[in-house]
C-alpha cells in the first residue's frame, strides 16, 4: 500500500482543490496531534490512571469523567498558540475560551466534543472526539458567545476521531470524507480512505430502546414498522446496535448504512433531546451530508437550524438518506 500521510493529503488537497487554506491545514493537523495524545491516553486506560470520574459537572448537569476533561485540556493546550484560532467552545466548558493575548489571534474558531461516549470510558468500549470548524464573522471584535452562534452550513470543517480497536481520524472540508489511521509505532496518520459514501438504504437502526415510553408517535411509529419486519410496511427485516457512543455509532453507519436517532421525549419538553447542536449533531451532519447521507432534526436540515445558544441541544436523526427522509415525513405529517 502506497501509504499517504495526513500532511501530504492536505497539501496534495490544497494543490488540487484549492478548499483548504494554509491555516486551516495547520489547524487539522493541531486537532489531529491533540487527538494522537487523547488517543495515547485511552490506550493507557487504569496504567495512565485516566479512568473514573472527576466529582465535578459540567454546565449540561452531566458528572464529568476524568477523560473528560483531561481531554478537554489536551485540545485548549494544543491550539492556543497556533495563531490559527479566535476562540474555542466546549461541552465541558460553561462559556467560550478566547485565545489569550499573548498568543496571536486567527481567523478561524474551533468548537469541540472532547471525549464522546463517556459512559464508555470505564468499560474499554469505543469512545471519540469531535470537532467543529466556523470562520469568525468579518470584523470580529473580541469573540463573544454571539460569533459561534452560526448555521451548521457555515462550517468549513469537521470531523472526529474514534478511540477502538484501531485509531482513525475522519473529516470533511466540504469536498468529501476521507479516513486516517493512525499508525500507532510511527504516531503517524495515514490515509486509509478515500471519499466514503454512506448506502442510501438500510436495514439497521441505532436508538436507545430503553425510553421508548417517553417517545413522541412519529418516532414509535417508525420503529415500530421497522420491528414489524418483513411482513410490515416497510417490507425488510431490521437489525439495531446501539453502542451509546455517537462517534462509534456513526462510525459504522458511515461505512455500512443505518440510521441513528436520538429523539425529543416527553420527559423534559423544552429539552429536545440530549445531543449538542454545535459539538455533536452539527460536525456528524456535515460530515453524513458530504457521505451522500442525509441529516435532520425530525423536520428541517440539522445544517439550516440558527442556533439561539452556545450549548443548544436538537433531536437528530441521521445516516441513510431514505430513511432520514422517512422519519422526517412522518414528523411533517405529525
Ligand atoms: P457525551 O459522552 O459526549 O456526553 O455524549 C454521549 C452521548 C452520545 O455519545 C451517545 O450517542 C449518547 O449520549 C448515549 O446516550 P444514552 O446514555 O441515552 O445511551
Ligand atoms: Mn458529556
Ligand atoms: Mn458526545
Ligand atoms: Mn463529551
Known amino acids: 500500500?502506497?501509504?499517504?500521510?495526513?500532511?501530504?493529503?492536505?497539501?496534495?488537497?490544497?494543490?488540487?482543490?484549492?478548499?483548504?487554506?494554509?491555516e486551516l491545514r495547520l489547524l487539522i493537523e493541531v486537532v489531529a496531534?491533540?487527538?494522537?495524545?487523547?488517543?495515547?491516553?485511552?490506550?493507557?486506560?487504569?496504567?495512565g490512571e485516566v479512568l473514573g470520574t472527576a466529582h465535578s459537572e459540567n454546565v449540561q448537569g452531566e458528572v464529568q469523567k476524568k477523560l473528560d476533561i483531561l481531554s478537554n485540556e489536551i485540545l485548549l493546550e494544543a491550539n492556543e498558540w497556533g495563531g490559527h484560532l479566535a476562540a474555542m467552545a466546549s461541552?465541558?466548558?460553561e462559556t467560550i475560551h478566547p485565545i489569550p493575548n499573548r498568543y496571536p489571534q486567527g481567523e478561524y474558531m474551533l468548537l469541540f466534543d472532547p471525549l464522546d461516549g463517556s459512559s464508555n470510558i470505564d468499560v474499554n468500549v469505543s469512545i471519540g472526539t469531535i470537532f467543529s470548524v466556523l470562520k469568525a464573522p468579518e470584523g470580529m471584535g473580541a469573540p463573544t458567545e454571539q460569533d459561534f452562534l452560526q448555521k451548521g452550513s457555515q462550517q468549513v470543517a469537521a470531523g472526529y476521531a474514534i478511540y477502538g480497536p484501531q485509531t482513525m481520524l475522519i473529516f470533511t472540508?466540504?469536498?468529501?470524507?476521507?479516513?486516517?489511521?493512525?499508525?500507532?509505532?510511527?504516531?503517524?496518520?495515514?490515509?486509509?480512505?478515500?471519499?466514503?459514501?454512506?448506502p442510501v438504504d438500510t436495514q439497521e437502526f441505532?436508538?436507545?430502546?430503553?425510553?421508548?415510553?417517553?417517545?413522541?408517535?412519529?418516532?414509535?411509529?417508525?420503529?415500530?414498522?421497522?420491528?414489524?419486519?418483513?411482513?410490515g410496511p416497510l417490507n425488510k427485516n431490521y437489525n439495531m446496535r446501539w453502542i451509546a457512543s455517537m462517534v462509534a455509532d456513526v462510525h459504522r453507519i458511515l461505512h455500512r448504512g443505518g440510521i441513528f436517532m436520538y429523539p425529543a421525549d416527553k420527559r423534559?419538553?423544552?429539552?429536545?433531546?440530549?445531543?449538542?447542536?454545535?459539538?455533536?449533531?452539527?460536525?456528524?451532519?456535515m460530515i453524513v451530508e458530504q457521505a451522500g447521507g442525509a441529516s435532520t432534526d425530525g423536520k428541517q436540515r440539522m445544517l439550516d437550524i440558527q442556533p439561539s445558544a452556545l450549548h443548544q441541544r436538537v433531536p437528530v436523526f441521521l445516516g441513510s438518506k431514505n430513511e432520514v427522509d422517512l422519519i422526517t415525513r412522518y414528523h411533517l405529517e405529525g
Open 206 to 231: 441505532a436508538i436507545n430502546m430503553s425510553n421508548v415510553r417517553h417517545w413522541y408517535p412519529p418516532v414509535t411509529r417508525y420503529v415500530d414498522e421497522m420491528l414489524a419486519g418483513k411482513t
Open 268 to 285: 423534559e419538553p423544552d429539552k429536545a433531546g440530549k445531543l449538542r447542536l454545535m459539538y455533536e449533531a452539527n460536525p456528524m451532519s
Open 91 to 93: 461541552e465541558e466548558m
Open 33 to 47: 496531534r491533540a487527538c494522537k495524545t487523547i488517543s495515547h491516553a485511552v490506550g493507557k486506560g487504569a496504567l
Open 173 to 198: 472540508t466540504g469536498n468529501g470524507v476521507n479516513c486516517f489511521t493512525l499508525d500507532r509505532e510511527m504516531g503517524a496518520w495515514v490515509l486509509t480512505e478515500r471519499n466514503i459514501q454512506i
Open 1 to 22: 500500500m502506497k501509504r499517504i500521510s495526513l500532511t501530504r493529503f492536505l497539501v496534495e488537497e490544497q494543490r488540487l482543490n484549492n478548499n483548504i487554506p494554509a
